[in-house]
């Protein structure tokens, strides 16, 4: 029998051990407030992530509609000032050339893309029979 009170104490000695150690262990402690501060720093990046992906979602409907605006208010002056000035030289009429650019590009589609190269070889592939 004095065995068996024997193996109870130490089984419930065991127990009360571990929880003491579980519960007072100043490391446990530290990285469970660790991985709260982690848990919360990743909700905060998250957060800012979706306000920055707002920000520019709005910036751009922002940018788009001050286009559209500029483009009427550029129409207008375009329009005015020919029916205003009828007498005025398409030279000196500043926005003469700026429509006539925008119905070529209109009527051609997209504009031709400036080319970021030459036509010409140059550098090291360039021929020693092309620089005479």
Not at 15 to 33: E, M, N, P, Y
Not at 47 to 67: D, I, P
Request: charged share 25%; net charge negative; no cysteine.
């Amino acid at each position: 029998m004095t065995w068996e009170y024997g193996l109870i104490g130490l089984i419930v000695g065991v127990i009360v051990g571990i929880v003491i150690t579980r519960f007072g262990s100043r490391k446990l402690r530290d990285q469970h407030a660790l991985q709260y501060e982690l848990e919360k720093t990743k909700d905060e990046l998250k957060e800012l992530k979706q306000e920055l992906n707002g920000h520019f979602v709005r910036s751009a409907e922002l940018l788009e509609n001050m286009s559209q605006n500029y483009q009427e208010l550029y129409q207008h002056m375009s329009s005015t000032t020919k029916e205003l000035l009828p007498e005025q030289a398409t030279q000196s009429n500043p926005f003469v050339w700026q429509q006539g650019a925008k119905n070529v590009e209109s009527e051609n589609g997209l504009a031709e893309m400036p080319r970021d190269y030459s036509e010409k070889s140059s550098g090291l592939l360039r021929n020693s029979n092309t620089e005479k």
